[in-house]
C-alpha cells in the first residue's frame, strides 16, 4: 500500500476530520482513507446492502397505488396550461 502526505491543510480542515473521526470511532488517519475511498471508489457496499430495500419499498409503493387511475404528466401539463390561458384571457376590472 502506498502512503500519502497531505500538506498545509487549514486547521478548521484538521479539527473537523478529528472531530469526524472521533464520531466514527477510528483514527483520523483512518477517517482520512475512508473519506478518500467513499469519494474516489464510492461506497458499493452499502449501495448493494440497500438495494433490496428500496426495491422492496418500491414494490410496495406500487402495490398501494397500482390500482389508481393517476393522469399523467402531460395531462396535468395541458391542464395547467389551459387553466393559465383561461386566466390570462379574463377581462381585467379597472377600478
Not at 48 to 68: C, I, K, N
Not at 74 to 84: F, K, V
Amino acid at each position: 500500500m502506498a502512503t500519502l502526505t497531505v500538506r498545509n491543510l487549514d486547521d478548521d480542515v484538521v479539527r473537523r476530520l478529528r472531530m469526524r473521526a472521533a464520531e466514527h470511532g477510528r483514527s483520523a488517519e483512518a477517517e482520512h482513507t475512508e473519506i478518500l475511498r467513499l469519494v474516489l471508489i464510492g461506497d458499493d457496499a452499502h449501495q448493494a446492502e440497500q438495494r433490496p430495500r428500496v426495491a422492496e419499498r418500491l414494490a410496495e409503493f406500487r402495490r398501494r397505488t397500482g390500482g389508481r387511475r393517476s393522469p399523467s404528466a402531460a395531462q396535468l401539463l395541458e391542464e395547467t396550461r389551459a387553466n393559465r390561458t383561461r386566466t390570462l384571457a379574463r377581462p381585467h376590472k379597472t377600478g
